[in-house]
């Protein structure tokens, strides 16, 4: 889930600041002070779980039609607040019917991996749902940088972190990542999860949205050296890298992140993307399974559905605490 991905389309100084988005605390009271699922949420929850079908479609077109304006928050596995975002409620429904969790696997690994005190980047944060869970697991002992240019879900994601007091613990952008420093497009699909640089539906929304690359912005200090990057970025995970190969060489961070056929609309492979991330550091790594992680030495083989998120672990990185599975 995620879409901060970019391959810059016109060039920009590496120096320039990043967007950071920010809710008035009277705002993030008001939130905080909302009681009880309003209507629209309750019977978009009633649809999802027990229709047989559309259980996505129909709580977005009840957000869409019916909850313009409504304060309503549902809470995550590890106890963050999260804010809802109406246009999609699809989202939030699914992560109550999941117990709290976007994806199971993800979540544990991230709460695995991060350390108190971690400096971690969200890199397509989307809702900012493992934002906020990973903060609350960490009890806001962390340092997050959450990465979203879709701006009603990021201002969404600011929202969320200012109702959970973490305002000065998670700062929010805009921004896509990639490359190169510039702007790009952002396409965006009636699912917002499935946002991208590079467009899967013919209706998808074009947004115009300002590129940096992860080394300018710890160049120029507006972000520290991360140690724990979590990256779903539908596909463009390669650019992104790309534009982190400096910070990868010099201080590499443990990185979660998802090698899937969205590569191909990228125009490489899952032995592209370990090759490079290898070429940067010799990274150890792990398949990300609902039974823990999998040590594996051939982590650019697998491309099947239990295999399409992995953990590359830098040397000196201990294992992570969630079950190692042996080598595959």
Known sequence: MGNAEAIATRGASTMATMPVVTVPKAEAEQWRAASGQPLAMRAAMAWARYSPRAKGWMPRIIGRRFASGMKSTVRTRSGGIVAVDPANLDIYVRVVL????????????????????????????NAGIIAMDLAAHLKGDVRMFAFEPIPTLARTVALSAAINGLQDRITVSESMLGSAGGEASLFVPKHAIHASAKSREADAVELKR???????????????????????????????FK????????RPPAIAFEADQNMQRFGYTRADLIGFLS????????????HGFTATDKPDESM?????????????????????NPVR
Request: overall charge negative; charged content about 20%; hydrophobic content about 35%.
């Open 304 to 324: 099947d559905d239990d295999h399409n998120n992995l953990l590359a672990l830098p040397p000196g990185r201990p294992e992570p605490r969630f079950g190692v």
């Open 279 to 290: 070429g940067c550091s010799p990274y150890r790594y792990y398949y990300i399974t609902a």
């Open 98 to 125: 999941n117990g709290g969790v976007w994806e199971k696997q993800i979540h544990d690994a991230c709460c695995a991996v991060a350390r108190p005190g971690d400096v971690v980047l969200d890199i397509g944060a």
């Open 243 to 250: 534009g982190a190969a400096g910070l990868l060489r010099s």
């Open 210 to 240: 300002p590129v940096f690359t992860l080394d300018s912005l710890v160049e120029s200090g507006q972000i520290p050296q991360p140690d724990f990057i979590k990256i779903d970025v539908e596909g463009a995970e390669l650019e992104v």
